[in-house]
């Protein structure tokens, strides 16, 4: 049995984004491209990077920066504790693709813009970190390191998304 969290969000394009599926072994899968470089989908691997946070217990204030495909939405909806979830989203594509599909409540808040220039005017409990950093002119550790520093008076908790090949030390 593999672990998975699949999202429901339909195929489509908009500006340099755009939604596909594509039949696996496991399922259908769903993935996000930007100008044609795949960028988040919902395959298994994504779980395993996802694992950190799926194990926490969510409370209070979360910030999660990316929206992506909305992977996490459905951990953190069904954590009753959560009062208030604040998403950033660099691309206003990207929530013109999956904000009006993903799960959420009235919990859930997008805000359009970039996490490294937003400036937060709340404290949170927990960050979950996942902007894809390709995008970025430093290297990926480095951005982490930036970003934490940036964010860690305003979180009692940040924790980031780390691609399998970092986790295992690759």
């Not at 795949?38 to 926490?56: K, Q, V, W």
């Not at 691309?91 to 904000?99: A, M, N, Q, S, T």
């Not at 799960?103 to 996490?115: A, G, H, L, W």
């Amino acid at each position: 049995m593999i672990n998975r969290v699949t999202v429901d969000i339909p195929e489509q394009e908009l500006g340099s984004f755009k939604i596909q599926h594509c039949k696996r072994k496991y399922g259908k899968e769903t993935i996000l491209f930007h100008n044609k470089q795949h960028i988040m989908s919902d395959r298994p691997s994504e779980f395993i990077e996802h694992r950190p946070l799926f194990s926490e217990t969510l409370r209070g204030n979360i910030l999660v920066t990316g929206l992506g495909i909305s992977y996490v939405h459905n951990k953190i909806l069904f954590s009753p504790e959560v009062e208030r979830v604040i998403i950033l989203e660099k691309y206003p594509e990207v929530v013109g693709l999956v904000w009006p599909y993903c799960k959420k409540d009235d919990r859930f808040e997008v805000i359009c813009y970039d996490s490294d220039d937003w400036e937060p005017t709340l404290h949170f409990d927990l960050a979950w970190m996942d902007s894809w950093t390709e995008h970025h002119s430093v290297p990926q550790e480095l951005w982490w390191k930036k970003t934490e520093e940036k964010y860690s008076s305003h979180c009692d908790k940040i924790m980031f998304w780390k691609p399998t090949k970092l986790m295992n030390g690759g």
